[in-house]
């Protein structure tokens, strides 16, 4: 059985942090600076647990990744609503519509472009 920071450390189920925290900047271990992945964050905890690096859960130390998590997650936008999902839908299908239209009209000319360079031989 593993512990968290064996968890971390020694399998898949950790990663380096994309940015290291600040007391593994501190103490220039940057590159001892681990998390879970995702996949095993929410496999093993809670999907609303937030868990710091293997260094600072090791010495039972905050962890600014922690901090960080929590922030993001707080700052997160709120759930759209199912009207606002649909709103968004529509309009993100409005879009593609647009471009789908824009991209054939420049395909056409493009076309034509090419039959008028071949006719004058080039």
Known sequence: ??????????????????VACDRCVEDECESSCHVYTEAARLKYHKKDARFGCSRCTKRDKPCSLT?????????????????????EVAALRSQLEQTTAA????????????????????
């Not at 998590?69 to 609503?81: C, G, I, Q, V």
């Not at 991209?103 to 472009?113: F, I, Y």
């Open 1 to 18: 059985m593993h512990s968290h920071v064996g968890r971390i450390d020694e399998t898949d189920d950790g990663v380096a942090a994309p």
């Open 67 to 87: 901090t960080n998590a929590k922030a993001a997650a707080e700052a997160a936008p709120p759930a759209l609503s199912y009207e606002e999902l649909v709103a």
């Open 103 to 122: 991209w054939g009209a420049a395909e056409d000319r493009v076309m034509v472009l090419e039959s008028e360079r071949r006719a004058a031989g080039w």
